[in-house]
């Protein structure tokens, strides 16, 4: 389908939507709805790190966690394509515009969205479990860790549904301002991972990989537990929606009913957001697949000896765990909470670049900060989050060397995803994709070569960011050039003071770092970390008040 023209000035900018939003009234506060989204994020966030501390003690970096990583990202990568990426994007705009003009119809669009959703991809899993079952049994001679890695994905797969429906309704219910239900729901996949963990371990105390192979699919066995507790979760939440089950039967037989056309729009608009908006988790998917090679496949590549070795997925996922909490708790927060707005504001040119410049402002003076605190406080904060039980001083080295090449694009990783959004809400959906191939292309030339370096699986983390950045320039001259000048004067300016805050905040916390004696226990660490995270808080806060930044206002969800 052809992608709406681009932005116009519009006499409608100061008209109200039936919920009394105007495009420059309460209904473009995305700060506020960022603050919140932003705060319950934070608190699944941090049991999210309960989460991985608790599977780093019981596992540590090994084949077992190696197999569990490669089990859980095939399912948790349709989450983010599916559910959090395209099929929300493309949902997102077309229930929002039917929800200003016929809610009624807004409300069966969602309805068929649910159920075609929950048709199509339980026929997915219903597939794969078949040809899994048949690839475990014909693998009889291969090692115990890929028949243990194709158990994981085998038992963690039907998650996949679950969470893309989880992930829809939370679109559904933040077009009403609810951001607080979706924000909300990982807190329910994490505490149950970290019950399992807990309950099981006394059983699995032992180091056999086959006890332990056995505690993992157990654990695994909860995250699928968690999905379906996840699902009632949000459709309690949207109860007072009224969405309709028989109706949405109704019109997936009756193809001439008037959700079908708003359905052939969203799917004509899916596919190409897949990449578009995904282009990172495709990108972190490719780096699994390589990191998972000598744990699943084994440790030679066409009869010469692959760089990695068993550990590389779960020092990389642990590292990936680590950075994404920033981009989680503030770079998503702010896209998701801008998206309805931008999409509200697509006809109004003046009112969609203002959301937007604010957008970019608020990201770049978090993501920052962020980028450059992480590099300086990776070594401690891995060990207190990670090291303890089976996760050695060394495991803590090896993963905080991998999260040194993450940590210096989270403001790329934040930024891109508003930018992307700044599309897919002016219709367009081609743009960002184009880009993406060649950024996915580029990703893995750069896997394939990094990884024969010194960087070993730290490689696969470096080309992540070096693709992120260079996307996030590709998009921002695009859009410049079709909307005009999206990176005005006030924006640069903002830009520089956030430079001169990180700077500020940089010198205290490596003078700090350079005069505290490595942490060589965990106590020492949480010192350390403790510390660090202080001063460069203290500096940022200290340094936006003296520079009378807004974005510093804004960040606390005012205006």
């Known amino acids: 389908m052809a992608a709406s023209p681009t932005p116009t000035p519009s006499d409608s900018s100061g008209s109200s939507d039936r919920h009394g939003r105007g495009a420059h009234g309460t209904g473009d506060r995305f700060e506020r709805n960022a603050r919140t989204f932003t705060l319950l994020t934070l608190l699944s966030r941090f049991t999210g790190l309960a989460r991985d501390a608790t599977l780093s003690r019981a596992f540590g970096v090994g084949p077992v966690m190696d197999a569990f990583s490669f089990g859980f990202m095939v399912p948790n990568l349709f989450r983010r394509l599916f559910g959090e990426g395209a099929l929300s994007a493309s949902f997102l705009p077309i229930y929002a515009r039917l929800d200003t003009s016929d809610p009624v119809q807004a409300r069966r669009f969602a309805s068929l969205t649910l159920l075609l959703l929950g048709l199509v991809l339980n026929a997915m899993v219903i597939v794969a479990e078949v040809v899994l079952f048949v690839v475990h049994h014909n693998a009889a001679g291969s090692g115990d860790m890929t028949r243990l890695g194709l158990e994981l994905l085998m038992t963690m797969l039907p998650y996949m549904p679950l969470v893309c429906i989880v992930a829809v309704l939370g679109s559904v219910l933040q077009t009403h301002d609810r ?132 550990g590389a997925m779960s020092t990389l996922a642990n590292a990936q765990r680590l950075y994404e909490f920033p981009l989680g708790v503030f770079g998503i927060a702010i896209a998701s909470a801008i998206f309805p707005v931008l999409s509200r504001q697509a006809k109004d040119l003046p009112a969609f670049l203002g959301t937007l410049r604010r957008g970019l402002r608020l990201t770049l003076f978090i993501g920052l900060p962020a980028s450059v605190g992480l590099m300086l406080v990776g070594r401690p904060a891995v060990a207190v989050m990670l090291q303890g039980g089976r996760f050695t001083p060394e495991d803590t080295d090896r993963v905080a060397f991998v999260l040194l090449g993450y940590a210096p694009a989270i403001w790329s990783y934040c930024m891109v995803h508003v930018w992307t959004r700044a599309f897919y809400a002016s219709g367009d959906s081609k743009t960002p994709t184009r880009v993406a191939v060649g950024m996915v292309l580029l990703n893995l030339t750069l896997n394939l070569t990094l990884i024969w370096t010194g960087l070993r699986e730290a490689g696969l983390a470096w080309s992540t960011a070096i693709c992120s950045m260079i996307q996030c ?87």
């Open 179 to 310: 951001f607080g239900p979706t924000a909300a729901s990982p807190l329910i996949l994490n505490l149950a991972i970290v019950g399992a963990c807990v309950a099981f371990l006394p059983l699995f105390r032992s180091d056999d990989i086959e006890a332990q192979g056995t505690h993992a699919i157990l654990v695994g066995a909860s995250v699928v537990l968690a999905g379906v507790l996840q699902v009632v979760w949000s459709f309690a939440a949207a109860r007072h929606l009224h969405l309709s089950v028989r109706g949405a039967w109704s019109d997936l037989r009756d193809r001439a009913a008037p959700s079908w056309i708003h359905m052939r729009e969203m799917l004509a608009q899916a596919l190409p957001m897949m990449l578009g908006l995904g282009v990172l988790q495709v990108n972190t998917f490719l780096d699994g697949l390589v990191a998972s090679w000598p744990t699943i496949i084994g440790p030679t590549i066409f009869g010469v000896a692959f760089p990695l070795q068993d």
């Open 473 to 559: 320039v590709i998009l921002a001259r695009i859009l410049t050039r079709r909307m005009g000048r999206v990176v005005d004067h006030e924006v640069l300016a903002s830009w520089g003071r956030t430079a001169a805050v990180t700077a500020g905040m940089a010198a205290p916390m490596f003078l700090a770092h350079w005069l505290l004696p490595a942490s060589s226990s965990w106590g020492a660490a949480v010192v350390e970390l403790g510390l660090l995270m202080g001063l460069g808080a203290m500096a940022v806060a200290g340094g936006a008040f003296l520079l009378r930044m807004p974005e510093l206002r804004w960040a606390l969800g005012r205006k």
